[in-house]
C-alpha cells in the first residue's frame, strides 16, 4: 500500500518537499516515510490510524488556503481516498521496489549524468566519492519513458574519481533494461 501513496508523492510533491535538507517547501519531507511521519514546520501531519484528524489531508481536500499541490491541479479523488486508507490502516512504511544502477567515473570540472528508463519512473541521483562521501544529490520524476539528464558542476576539492548512483522507483520489470552513463 505504501508504494501506491509514495508513488503519488513522488510525482505531486517532492520536487517541492524533498529539496536538500533546510530548503524544503514548509520544512517537510515528502519523499521518505520518515519525513511523512516527522511532519513539517506546523508538526506532525499524519496522525496514524485516524486521517480525519490528519493535518495533510486537510491541505489534500481544500479545507486550507493552500491547498496541495501548491500551483497544480488537484490529487483526484481516489488519490485522496487511497492516502486517507492508507493512514487509517496505520501509515505504514512498506518497502518500495527499487532497482540500483552505478557508473564509476572521472570527474571533470562539469559532466552530465544520463539514465534512460523505458517507463515512467522517480530516479534519485547520489554521486558519491570512494570513500561514500555525499558530493551530490538529485531527485526528478520522470514523466514519460526516455531520459533523465543531470548537469552538475564539480566542486573544487571534489575527488578525481567518483560514482554515480541511480536508484529507481516505481519503474516495474522496465527497470532492469535501464541505462546510466555520464558524458
Ligand atoms: C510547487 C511547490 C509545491 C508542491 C508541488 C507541493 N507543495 Fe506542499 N508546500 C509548498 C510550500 C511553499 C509550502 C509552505 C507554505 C507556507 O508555509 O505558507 C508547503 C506546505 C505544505 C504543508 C505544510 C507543512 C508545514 O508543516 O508547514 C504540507 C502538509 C504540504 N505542503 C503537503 C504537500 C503535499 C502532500 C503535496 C503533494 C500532493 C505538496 N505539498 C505539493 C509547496 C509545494
Redesign the pocket.
Known amino acids: 500500500m505504501f508504494d501506491a501513496i509514495a508513488l503519488?508523492?513522488a510525482f505531486?510533491?517532492n520536487?517541492?518537499?524533498a529539496a536538500p535538507p533546510g530548503t524544503s517547501?514548509?520544512?517537510?519531507d515528502?519523499s521518505s516515510h520518515q519525513g511523512l511521519m516527522a511532519?513539517?514546520?506546523?508538526?506532525r501531519?499524519i496522525l496514524p490510524g485516524d486521517a480525519s484528524r490528519s493535518?495533510?489531508m486537510e491541505?489534500?481536500d481544500g479545507r486550507r488556503a493552500?491547498r496541495?499541490?501548491?500551483?497544480?491541479p488537484p490529487?483526484k479523488g481516489e488519490e485522496i481516498a487511497a492516502i486517507a486508507r492508507w493512514i487509517d490502516a496505520g501509515a505504514r512504511e512498506e518497502a518500495v521496489p527499487r532497482h540500483l544502477l552505478s557508473v564509476a567515473f572521472q570527474t571533470k570540472a562539469a559532466f552530465t549524468v544520463v539514465c534512460r528508463v523505458p517507463a515512467r519512473a522517480y530516479l534519485r541521483l547520489i554521486v558519491s566519492g570512494k570513500n561514500g562521501e555525499m558530493l551530490h544529490r538529485e531527485e526528478t520524476a520522470l514523466r514519460e519513458p526516455g531520459e533523465a539528464r543531470w548537469p552538475v558542476v564539480a566542486g573544487t576539492r571534489w575527488p578525481r574519481q567518483a560514482v554515480a548512483r541511480v536508484e529507481i522507483l516505481f519503474a516495474g520489470a522496465a527497470a532492469r533494461q535501464a541505462r546510466l552513463h555520464v558524458e
Open positions: 503519488i508523492f505531486h510533491c520536487h517541492c518537499h517547501a514548509g520544512g517537510l515528502t511532519g513539517g514546520g506546523m508538526g501531519i493535518l495533510l491541505f489534500l493552500k496541495m499541490p501548491l500551483d497544480a490529487l
